[in-house]
């Protein structure tokens, strides 16, 4: 594979966890626990510090899932040249910015070390409040159901 073909998943890793981090940074300064109405209901922003995994489920589970994102991200980073699909990149690259856009608050934010709170802050109409680095692990269990879906292998097969 052509070494900036694998640069996919750097560039897209590294610009979601800037956007991600950016905009929690905005949100602590700017939001409160009362939703700001941005488009009515559809879209309102509220401050959320999300002890737990997605849905605020197993508070009590924090450490455990900051471990998980330690073996997600070395698992990708390890396995990343070997990927040659675009699509399995993309998808590599969003879940990477995800997980440690998400790692960042567990390592860095109160209570403490590993068990950080995750920065929350975009809402909508029947569902939990979220964040961009959720967003991006989302988009990537898309791309990877539609890979699967469409039998593209992360991997070309050697003729």
């Given at each position: 594979?052509r070494?900036?073909?694998?640069?996919?998943?750097?560039?897209?890793?590294?610009?979601?966890?800037?956007?991600?981090?950016?905009?929690?940074a905005?949100a602590?300064?700017?939001?409160?626990?009362?939703?700001?109405?941005?488009l009515?209901?559809?879209?309102?922003?509220?401050?959320v510090?999300n002890?737990?995994?997605?849905?605020?489920?197993?508070g009590s589970?924090?450490?455990?899932?900051?471990v998980?994102?330690?073996?997600?991200?070395?698992?990708?980073v390890?396995?990343?040249h070997?990927?040659t699909?675009?699509?399995?990149?993309?998808?590599?690259g969003?879940?990477l910015?995800g997980?440690l856009?998400?790692?960042?608050?567990?390592?860095?934010?109160?209570?403490?070390?590993?068990i950080?709170h995750?920065v929350?802050?975009i809402?909508?109409?029947h569902?939990?409040?979220?964040?961009?680095?959720?967003?991006?692990?989302?988009?990537?269990?898309?791309?990877?159901?539609?890979?699967t879906m469409?039998?593209?292998?992360?991997?070309?097969r050697?003729?």
């Amino acid at each position: 594979m052509r070494p900036q073909f694998s640069r996919i998943i750097w560039l897209t890793a590294w610009t979601i966890w800037l956007f991600d981090y950016a905009t929690k940074a905005w949100a602590l300064i700017a939001l409160d626990n009362e939703p700001k109405k941005i488009l009515g209901t559809l879209l309102q922003f509220t401050l959320v510090k999300n002890s737990g995994a997605a849905f605020n489920l197993a508070g009590s589970f924090t450490a455990i899932f900051s471990v998980i994102a330690v073996l997600v991200i070395a698992t990708i980073v390890r396995y990343a040249h070997m990927i040659t699909s675009r699509g399995w990149l993309t998808c590599a690259g969003l879940l990477l910015g995800g997980v440690l856009g998400n790692l960042t608050d567990r390592i860095f934010r109160e209570p403490g070390f590993f068990i950080g709170h995750v920065v929350d802050w975009i809402q909508i109409p029947h569902w939990p409040v979220f964040n961009i680095a959720d967003s991006a692990i989302t988009v990537a269990a898309l791309i990877a159901v539609i890979q699967t879906m469409r039998n593209v292998p992360p991997v070309a097969r050697v003729q």
